[in-house]
């Protein structure tokens, strides 16, 4: 062990030696330039004697500016050799009819209505083979994208995958999906069909289906996560995020949700995540609007007293209400308001 350290040492010697030998170099190199710009002012050759002082000085092999890595340019400025890549996008087109009928002379499927912006945004990207972020009002016709991914699906022959947080949502999808595709049923409790081209399950299913490595994956086309806030749920938002990190590379994605508060930085981190850009739509504004209602009595229509209606407070049916359940509390004192006496009550024994 002693011989190695005094070998060590030696090395070390040698090495400092080295470098100290390189540093009189430079330092002779410098005071030869000094000597060349003196006698060759003005001339050429004072730029071959500088040159060769610079390539007999060794350059760091690498120069960093922060995190980045960054090289040399001429004249000594700094460029960052990669750039960070942007992969949430939004991109409004401002003609999306026209570039629909572009991208799809035969759209894969039509609607009997009229599709809103967002929608056709949606399809405009799916059938560009691009991954989607629908981030729209609840009531705002979500739905219909997820149909349209379907709808690719059977015409490529590939297969599609609509996912959801609850068994109820996936039984009321496999119904509304069953009328115009060839729809199968995965959850905890039934198997409908499970070897049909477009399948709907619950989140969990599918994860099992990755861990296992199912075959069906290899030509699944597009998985559609509805409801896909649930990434948030403290106990079953691990079940989206293992999912979204294991689909395959040729998967699209179609994110479907109306309470993302959050939505450039989820769809930018699964951007990061699948190396894919995720194209961003949906609505500003609730399409349907929202009217609350007090409910006092029975079923007839004075009962009901409607207290907001498109998002504005109205006083009078507020103060209705009021007078209702004002006229219900003098009522029940009036009788008494203890329980009934009789067969049935407590009045009796």
């Not at 994110?255 to 450039?264: D, E, G, I, M």
């Not at 029975?298 to 504005?312: I, L, M, P, Q, S």
Request: proline share 4%; hydrophobic share 35%.
């Amino acid at each position: 062990d002693g011989g190695d350290d005094d070998d060590g040492s030696e090395a070390g010697s040698s090495d400092a030696a080295d470098v100290s030998g390189d540093e009189d170099d430079v330092s002779r190199g410098d005071d030869d330039d000094e000597s060349a710009f003196e006698k060759n002012d003005g001339n050429d050759a004072f730029d071959d004697d500088v040159d060769a002082v610079l390539r007999s000085v060794r350059v760091p092999c690498s120069v960093r500016d922060g995190s980045r890595r960054v090289k040399r340019e001429k004249g000594g400025s700094k460029k960052p050799t990669r750039k960070s890549e942007q992969w949430a996008v939004m991109e409004r087109l401002t003609d999306v009819d026209d570039a629909f009928r572009k991208v799809a002379p035969t759209p894969a499927m039509t609607f009997p209505f009229e599709l809103d912006a967002f929608q056709k945004e949606a399809a405009y990207r799916l059938e560009r083979g691009e991954s989607v972020f629908v981030a729209a009002h609840t009531s705002a016709g979500k739905t219909a994208v997820a149909e349209y991914a379907f709808a690719l699906a059977t015409k490529h022959c590939t297969r599609a995958i609509y996912t959801s947080p609850i068994k109820t949502i996936s039984n009321q999808k496999f119904r509304d999906f069953g009328k115009a595709f060839d729809v199968g049923l995965l959850t905890g409790d039934v198997s409908i069909k499970p070897d049909a081209p477009c399948l709907i399950m619950t989140t969990e299913i599918l994860r099992s289906m990755l861990y296992r490595g199912a075959d069906l994956i290899r030509d699944v086309e597009w998985v559609v996560f509805d409801e896909v806030h649930y990434v948030n749920d403290a106990e079953r938002g691990v079940v989206w995020e293992e999912v979204i990190i294991m689909l395959p590379e040729h998967v699209g994605l179609v994110l479907l949700s109306a309470t993302v508060p959050n939505v450039w930085e989820f769809a930018d981190w699964v951007g990061r995540t699948k190396r894919k850009k995720v194209f961003v739509t949906g609505t500003n504004k609730r399409p349907v609007p929202l009217e609350h209602v007090l409910y006092f009595g029975g079923d007839k229509d004075a009962d009901f007293h409607k207290v907001g209606e498109r998002e504005t407070f109205l006083p009078a049916g507020y103060k209705s209400a009021v007078d209702a359940l004002n006229k219900s509390k003098k009522k029940d004192s009036a009788g008494g308001g203890g329980p009934a006496a009789g067969r049935g009550g407590f009045g009796r024994g």
